[in-house]
């Protein structure tokens, strides 16, 4: 953004730091949001954003994302999965490490960075990956909003499921662990135990609520020990949340994905292998205490965990299908839609998708509507209702589990560094975000 460059974005429903809403003006310049007042004179009207009827957020920021490249392009790319950030009103994400090659030393982070730079038009972090021996590099590499542990449902270098060997990365440094925590060695055992079963509903009883709290409880204990700064990844059952209900650090945060809040084991007859994801889904009672936890403050913020794979993977037949879904595109309106149907407030939304995930990642300036914070924002319509439509995705896998729902809070227009990236259908592919700083 040139020095020159301002923006006015003109009668918007603001929403303010205090939780409160201020229909007025905003006005943004060299990136920055440096004015915010019930109405702003004296601007050039080439500049100025009509938001006439629409409610400003500060833009998401989705802290699990996993966007294929390098090595997996042909399920999705930078490029594709940030276009679809934009249309979803997500500004900032936080990507994980199993790529081809996986990203786990300085020079597999770098390459990422540089491509990111290229490519994305919404701004970047990136994880290290843990292995069983690049503990240096998870101390020296940078920069990076933290450490990923695949504790199960990986394979190869990126699976550290032992506490042997997971002990020495949570006893060294102080860099934020977050974890897959899934229990390998029951997952192992249950393949056993349901093999050749071909319903995919079976993902949710191989993979199920004890192989979660299994590593939770491990994860945590490490954490306690060494008083280690820990972050617990798409937490999936109830029995979890009321586990870090009774015994949660102030160190240890959580997170849930949309998927687990609003989908369940109902999903497998409708949708086949498109439900299938790790953690998998649970019965439907562990919806509404996810839920319950999630208000409470049990459950820090909200993340998508988008992992695309092609509809033609997905074709392949349970076992040999692969686990994940997409979601930047869809989950802002899916949780708007919940706060409009009661479930919780608009203002909720805005703390669990933009400025826990800030304040947890330590990422200055933003998450919140504010003088002196980055001009990353997002307009959203909370008056009408759109269905999810396959053939409008901006995704390369081309397909949302939530396709045919009615929705609310769709992006109208998001902006990222205060350039308007995607304006009522339209992205402009040549702005670039930036790579994040992380305190």
């Known amino acids: 953004m040139s020095s020159s460059t301002q923006l006015l974005i003109r009668s918007a429903r603001i929403l303010l730091p205090n939780d409160e809403f201020l229909v007025g003006d905003v006005q943004i310049k060299n990136g920055k949001i440096i004015q915010i007042a019930p ?48 249309k979803g009103g997500v500004t900032s994400f ?18 990422k ?21 690049n503990l240096s590099e998870l101390l020296a590499v940078n920069p990076t909003c933290g450490i990923k542990i695949f504790m199960g449902s990986s394979h190869g270098a990126l699976l550290v499921s032992d506490e042997a060997v997971l002990e020495p990365i949570f ?4 860099r934020l662990i ?38 939770t409880k491990l994860a945590l204990k490490l954490s ?38 609003l989908l369940n084991t109902t999903a497998y007859e409708k949708i086949g292998t498109l439900a299938q994801m790790n953690p998998p889904l649970r019965s439907p009672e562990n919806n509404e205490i996810l839920w319950q936890a999630l208000v409470d403050g049990v459950i820090d913020f909200i993340a998508t965990d988008r992992a695309p794979h092609t509809l033609a993977e997905k074709a392949k037949g349970y076992p040999n299908t692969p686990s994940g879904m997409p979601g930047v595109e869809t989950s802002l309106p899916l949780m708007l839609t919940e706060a409009i149907k009661g479930r919780c407030s608009v203002p909720d939304i805005a703390r669990w998708m933009s400025r826990g995930p800030a304040i947890a990642y330590n990422i200055p300036d933003k998450g919140a509507i504010a003088l002196g914070y980055d001009a990353d924002l997002v307009l959203v319509d909370l008056d ?56």
């Open 39 to 86: 109405e702003i004179d004296n601007f050039p009207t080439d500049k100025i954003l009509d938001a006439t009827g629409l409610t400003l957020l500060p833009g998401v920021i989705d802290p699990q994302v996993h966007f294929r490249e390098p090595g997996l392009e042909h399920k999705e790319d930078l490029f594709t999965a940030s276009c679809a950030c934009a």
């Open 224 to 261: 306690k020990k060494y008083q280690r700064r820990l972050h617990i990844l798409h937490l999936s059952t109830g029995i979890e949340a009321e586990y870090l209900r009774q015994d949660k650090p102030a160190w240890v945060t959580t997170e849930v994905t949309p998927q687990h809040l």
């Open 384 to 439: 009408n209702y759109r269905p999810v439509l396959r053939e409008e995705l901006l995704t390369k896998c081309g397909w949302s589990p939530f396709e045919g729902w009615q929705l609310t809070g769709w992006p109208a227009v998001t902006i990222v560094g205060g350039e308007i990236v995607y304006n009522r259908g339209q992205l402009n592919t040549e702005v670039r975000g930036k790579s994040l700083k992380f305190c």
């Open 171 to 174: 006893a060294t440094g102080d």
């Open 178 to 215: 977050a974890v897959h925590a899934e229990d390998q060695s029951r997952i192992i055992q249950r393949r056993k135990e349901f093999a050749g079963i071909s319903d995919p509903a079976v993902h949710s009883q191989i993979q199920d609520e004890t192989t979660a709290l299994n590593a």
């Open 113 to 133: 960075l540089n491509r990111a730079a290229q490519k994305c038009l919404v701004n970047y972090g990136f994880f290290i990956g843990a292995t069983a021996d």
């Open 94 to 111: 936080l990507e994980m490490p199993n790529t081809r090659p996986l990203t786990t030393n300085q020079a597999t982070l770098d390459d």
